[in-house]
């Protein structure tokens, strides 16, 4: 599986726009990269997925490059919910290869 | 709502014991994942079984089994408590599509 690495923690300001990387340098042909968020607590909760270019839904966007080696999510205008621990995966498209979550990255967002 | 049910909520025993952790995917999903979570660590994936049968294996201890029910419900069993064994619990089910539905998980503390 291809190992991905995001910063340990941002912090942003409501109303702001965050934008969170994730590198994959080893990403394979067929792997897709899928974003979730979870809060303390919780289960984590799909957000978005894709394999290139751009991806949006209605709660955030998803750039991939053309090289695919990174990607990066984009959140609108975050509110103090927002605050959440995002994980970046990378994997084949069905579920059970993307089970590594990593340690994700901590969002703070500050009013 | 994810439709992943898990129960206990929480479950409090001592070191030694033996616990099952019980969880019922969403319907039509046949997929069911574990994953532990320690005080503020990542999610480490346990197992992975696919209607009935074990799909995939992570970093579990040989203390814990886990299987998969005709009616695809699963039940985690952790034996042998230890101290360090304190954790949340998330069970997950997929679609196939790639995406994990997480249950609001068990919170075990081993005394």
């Known amino acids: 599986l291809a190992k991905t690495t995001q910063p340990i923690s941002m912090d942003s300001y409501e109303g702001q726009e965050v934008n969170i990387t994730c590198s994959h340098n080893n990403i394979a042909t067929n792997d897709y990269i899928t974003w979730y968020q979870q809060f303390p607590s919780q289960g984590p909760r799909f957000i978005i997925q894709g394999y290139k270019t751009k991806v949006t839904n209605e709660v955030a966007s998803l750039f991939i490059p053309a090289d695919r080696k990174s990607s990066t999510l984009s959140l609108p205008r975050v509110s103090l919910s927002d605050t959440a621990v995002y994980y970046c995966?990378?994997?084949?498209?069905?579920?059970?290869?993307?089970?590594?979550f990593g340690g994700g990255t901590r969002l703070m967002v500050k009013p | 709502d994810s439709g992943v049910t898990q129960t206990p909520k929480h479950l409090i025993t001592a070191t030694g014991q033996r616990v099952t952790l019980r969880c019922s995917p969403r319907s039509g999903d046949l997929s069911v994942y574990w994953y532990q979570q320690s005080l503020d660590q990542g999610l480490q994936f346990l197992i992975q079984y696919y209607n009935g049968e074990e799909r995939a294996k992570g970093n579990i201890l040989e203390r814990f089994s886990a299987q998969q029910f005709p009616d695809l419900h699963s039940e985690l069993n952790l034996s042998s408590l230890e101290l360090g064994d304190s954790a949340l619990y998330f069970c997950?089910?997929?679609?196939?599509?790639?995406?994990?539905?997480f249950g609001p998980g068990t919170r075990l503390t081993v005394l």
């Open positions: 995966l990378v994997g084949p498209y069905n579920a059970g290869n993307m089970l590594t």
């Open positions: 997950a089910s997929s679609t196939n599509r790639g995406e994990q539905f």
